[in-house]
């Protein structure tokens, strides 16, 4: 039974659906190294944000198949070292928008009332009603950087108190700002205008300290700053100075450069600073969101299925998973295939996407090529997560074409691999949306489907060809399934493509070529 170490604490109905097919174990709070000691016994690891995985914990999960992230940010796991090794990373891209959200929104409320000192006031035994006056963010202008899914909906519900709103977002649409009722403008300007700033951006290295000492000078007195997104976003010593200087009106702030935060200027700051411990995602429903969507996802993997919030996989959403699936498994089965027929090391592989499959996303179906091509040099360390780095790495270089025009089939994949051993290409469809069939092997028309094993000759089409091959197959105990020529010319050059139902037993391929007229043979395992 595989077995799935939860290192983070994760909602009970996460737990309840990884015991369906796995042994889990909860270790909450784990040092580094007691981690790396124990990871190699598991298959899946399931995380927050507190524990962080790095290169070296990955290095040591010689079994993992899969990190699963039980929330958005996957910045405290080292992607790219689990890229390397194979392992696919997922997260929970919707769980806890609407609690990030309103986590925002309280902030800007709260900052807007100091609701907290208030309350702490209150709790003191005061009644101090003189040093609590607020501020309405009726007809205020909130700013936004970082229009997706949790800065929409804030955008949507600061719309509804009567906010005015301004966006920043380089990669969102004038149209999808104007339907959440915002203006879309640059940085400087929202920064100059912008009575309330919210951050809902990720970490980048574009994004590190966006708010720093030049960029907190551009805004207003009273603007306050909200940032429920990343720390590190905001330079906190510097916005610590402009606070103390009054150069900002007020700060509130759920995530940290460093968290746990430690000493920091921030503490000892007033009412018009207000700090949460990373709250954001912490409610209830998002806590459940978030345990299922992720644990479904390893349950998923564990059962050799594939993850739809995948990471790591370019462009491997559920949407797109659902639709390209079978031209997946085409596209892996050609690679597998041309790979052999090429033999050798491969430099170049060429892909054209024909017909349908030319409007649609390449890059699932280049890395199922990929998968399929590198399978015999790298059997099961190959994978969705890793094909592209280590075909990369093996300096292939892959050029892709697209034909929309329609020929015989709805969509076809062309696949040309050439190496130190020559040129080869193979060519494929879906017949009935899922049967695949390859339909053309080296040139020559053929419509087979593909089995486990399989036989490919060159040969000259002339009298008793077939003849003497099938019995020089009987001699060797080797039984036909299907045998099919393909041709151009009558009596040209020609492929054969036979299904075999057993392995070619070690040296026949050398008698084949013996044969007069077959000029070269291929086997093949898919
Ligand atoms: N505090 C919490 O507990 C909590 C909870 C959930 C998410 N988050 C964080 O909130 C942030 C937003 O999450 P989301 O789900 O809305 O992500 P999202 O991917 O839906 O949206 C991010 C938006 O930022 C934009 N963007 C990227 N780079 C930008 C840049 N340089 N300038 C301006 N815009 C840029 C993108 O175009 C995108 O529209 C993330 O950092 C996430 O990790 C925090
Ligand atoms: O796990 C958490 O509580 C934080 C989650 C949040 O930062 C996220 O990126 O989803």
Redo the contacts with the bound molecule.
């Keep these: 039974m595989s077995k799935v170490l939860v290192s983070d604490s994760i909602d009970q109905a996460g737990i309840d659906i990884l015991s369906q097919v796995a042994t889990v174990d909860v270790k909450i709070g784990l040092k580094p190294a007691e981690l790396i000691e124990i990871i190699g016994e598991y298959d899946a690891l399931m995380i927050r ?1 507190s524990t962080r995985v790095t290169q070296e914990i990955i290095e040591a999960g010689t079994q993992l198949k899969i990190i699963g992230r039980a ?3 996957v ?1 405290n796991v080292d992607v790219p070292a689990a890229t390397r090794r194979g392992i696919v990373v997922v997260n929970s ?2 769980g ?2 609407i ?2 959200a309103e ?1 925002a929104l309280a902030m800007i409320l709260a900052l807007s009332r100091h609701i907290p000192d208030a309350n702490a006031s209150v709790k003191r035994g005061a009644w101090d009603r003189n040093s609590f006056v607020g501020a309405e963010v009726y007809k205020k202008t909130l700013g936004v ?8 909906h804030v955008a949507a519900v600061a719309k509804t108190m009567g906010m005015k709103l301004l966006a ?5 649409s004038t149209e999808r700002a104007e339907q959440l009722g915002c203006q879309l403008v640059e ?1 400087d300007l929202l920064f100059q205008q912008a009575d309330y700033i919210t ?6 290295p ?2 590190t300290h ?1 708010i720093n000492a030049t960029t907190l000078a551009k805004m207003k007195p009273t603007a306050r700053i909200v940032n ?3 720390g590190g976003i905001i330079d906190e010593v510097a916005l610590a100075a402009a606070l103390k200087a009054g150069k900002i009106g007020g700060a509130a702030l ?2 940290f450069e460093s968290e746990p935060l430690g000493e920091s200027e921030l503490r000892s700051l007033g009412k018009e600073v207000i700090l949460t411990p ?5 409610t209830a429903e998002a806590q459940v969101n978030v345990a299922i969507d992720v644990a479904e996802q390893i349950r998923d993997v564990i059962l050799g299925l594939p993850a739809r919030s995948a990471v790591n996989i370019p462009g491997l959403g559920p949407d797109v998973l659902e639709e390209l699936k079978p031209y997946m498994q085409l596209a892996e089965t050609l690679g597998n295939l041309v790979g052999q027929l090429a033999g050798g090391r491969v430099e170049v592989l060429n892909i054209r996407l024909q017909g349908e499959l030319a409007t649609n996303k390449s890059q699932p179906l280049i890395v199922a090529a990929l998968k399929g091509l590198l399978y015999q040099a790298l059997r099961e360390r190959v994978n969705y997560v890793n094909a592209s780095i280590e075909a990369k790495e093996r300096g292939i270089r892959v050029i892709e074409t697209r034909d929309a025009s329609i020929r015989d089939y709805a969509g076809t994949l062309h696949l040309e691999a050439t190496g130190t051993l020559g040129t080869h290409s193979v060519t494929g469809a879906l017949l009935g949306e899922r049967e695949i069939h390859l339909t053309d092997v080296d040139g020559f028309p053929i419509n087979v489907p593909p089995s486990k094993y399989m036989l490919f000759t060159l040969h000259r089409d002339m009298p008793g060809i077939i003849g003497k091959l099938g019995s020089l197959l009987g001699s060797f105990n080797v039984n036909i399934a299907s045998m099919q020529v393909g041709r151009k010319i009558v009596r040209g050059d020609a492929v054969m493509a036979l299904s075999i139902d057993d392995p070619l037993p070690e040296g026949i391929l050398d008698e084949i070529i013996k044969v007069p007229g077959i000029r070269d043979a291929y086997t093949v395992t898919l």
């Design positions: 944000s929330g958005v940010g910045d891209p919707e806890n928008t609690a990030a986590h950087v970082g229009l997706g899914k949790i800065g929409s920043y977002d380089p990669f969102i940085l951050l809902h951006i990720p970490k980048t574009e994004t966006l429920c997104a990343r759920d995530v990373h709250l954001g995602a912490s």
